[in-house]
């Protein structure tokens, strides 16, 4: 699950149906904002949801809390052989929010094809195609 500002969303519903069906599987969410303090949305839900074990992973991306700013797309890259991993594994990934977030999230997931997967450009299009068919990779930007 990768969203920004309100885009985690749906996200927080979707982690509360898959917990109350039973839904097994492993969660992680990349989140990204500009503050921390006023813009980590849910912010006591996702710390709750990592200690009981619904969600896995927790990464976050404050953007202005600091001089160098952070942001989604570099948390994918940083994370590029676990987020390949997961993909190799079965994962869904599932982006909302901007379409500039959008954009950015794509070339990064191009990014850790190439890198982490060893992939050609035209191979980390390829799979991100199939992904994008197999519904194993869904965009909501708006």
């Given amino acids: 699950m990768i969203g920004a500002g309100t885009g985690i969303a749906p996200f927080r519903g979707f982690l509360q149906e898959r917990t109350a069906v039973g839904a097994s599987g492993r969660h992680w969410l990349l989140f990204g904002a500009r503050h921390f303090r006023s813009e980590f949305l849910y912010q006591l839900e996702w710390q709750q949801a990592l200690r009981d074990g619904r969600l896995r992973r927790l990464d976050l991306a404050f953007s202005r809390d600091q001089a160098e700013?952070?942001?989604?797309?570099q948390r994918l890259r940083e994370n590029a052989h676990d987020v390949y991993a997961w993909l190799?594994?079965?994962a869904h990934l599932y982006v909302?929010?901007?379409v500039a977030l959008g954009?950015?999230?794509h070339a990064a997931l191009r990014d850790v094809l190439i890198r982490a997967g060893g992939r050609s450009d035209s191979a980390a299009d390829e799979y991100l195609k199939q992904?994008?068919?197999?519904g194993r990779y869904a965009r909501d930007v708006y």
């Fill in 69 to 73: 700013r952070i942001h989604i797309d």
């Fill in 88 to 90: 190799e594994n079965g």
């Fill in 96 to 98: 909302c929010g901007s």
């Fill in 103 to 105: 954009k950015s999230v």
């Fill in 131 to 134: 992904l994008q068919q197999a």
